[in-house]
């Protein structure tokens, strides 16, 4: 059975920085191309990040390019994603994706 379990959301003054993470489990995820993408209410899920099976190929989306980072560890079966320099507007619940499947998701606050 997929599992995908993001981790590291929370509340964050603007400028902050978080680290997410998703575990994954039930699929071999050193060979699948991973995701990150973000939803706020009342809007289509945005794609975020993507990062190839081997962390050569890297691809953001512009409203997050030179602030965010897509990493993976593919012994610990686990995507991160570095969020640097965020703001209000970044406030989504943050989820992780394999192509297929989808976590629960994490909540990221950006406010004073």
């Known amino acids: 059975q997929v599992r995908l379990v993001e981790s590291g959301g929370g509340l964050v003054q603007p400028g902050g920085s978080l680290r997410l993470s998703c575990a994954a489990s039930g699929f071999p995820f050193s060979r699948y191309v991973m995701n990150w993408y973000r939803q706020v209410p009342g809007k289509e899920r945005e794609f975020l990040a993507l990062?190839?099976?081997?962390?050569?190929?890297?691809t953001y989306a512009n409203s997050v390019k030179g602030r965010f980072t897509i990493s993976r560890d593919n012994a610990n079966n686990t995507l991160y994603l570095q969020m640097n320099g965020l703001q209000p507007e970044d406030t989504a619940v943050y989820y992780c994706?394999?192509?297929?499947?989808w976590g629960q998701g994490t909540q990221v606050t950006v406010s004073s």
């Open positions: 994706n394999n192509g297929g499947s």
């Open positions: 990062i190839d099976k081997f962390s050569v190929v890297k």
